[in-house]
């Protein structure tokens, strides 16, 4: 074997070499996982949301029945002007709310994850209007 065969020899194991690293390495690019965004962040960002202006006439919760299909994220904008006195304190049991709206502080907001008839009232259980999930 002379020089420039040995020379041709080594390039060739060399490419294959090469080659056969490249096949691995592109192997191991597919199994790896690609970013995906969060299970959890992404579903959110399909909610529909309902937003809702919120007041309070006539020593009720205005207005009364708030229907959304389940699975809105429901943002209530509470017109703070009009709340007072007991009503400012905004509850929604079911849905673990409990807010009390302030002028700078007004806005509730919550998934309606559950179908069904739920009363929203004051503490005293005053004002009283009905949330229907369905
Ligand atoms: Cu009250």
């Known amino acids: 074997m002379n020089k420039i065969e040995a020379i041709t020899v080594l390039a060739i194991l060399a490419f294959i070499t090469l080659a056969g690293l490249s096949i691995i390495m ?3 690019a597919v199994e790896t996982p690609s ?6 962040i992404q579903p959110t960002a399909l909610l529909q949301t ?3 202006q919120l007041s309070v006439k006539n020593g009720y919760y ?7 299909p389940k699975g809105t ?10 709340f007072g006195g007991c009503m400012t304190t905004l509850l929604i049991p079911d849905f ?5 709206i302030t002028s700078t502080d007004n806005v509730v907001e919550f ?24």
């Open 26 to 28: 592109k192997g191991a």
């Open 35 to 40: 970013p995906q965004p969060s299970a959890s």
């Open 50 to 52: 309902q937003t809702v």
């Open 62 to 68: 205005e207005p009364r029945t708030i229907t959304v």
């Open 73 to 82: 994220r429901l943002r209530i904008e509470a017109d703070a002007n009009t």
């Open 96 to 100: 673990g709310i409990s807010k009390t």
């Open 111 to 134: 998934v309606a994850d559950k179908t069904g008839s739920f009363a929203f009232h004051c503490p005293m259980g005053m004002g009283q209007g009905t949330l229907i999930v369905n």
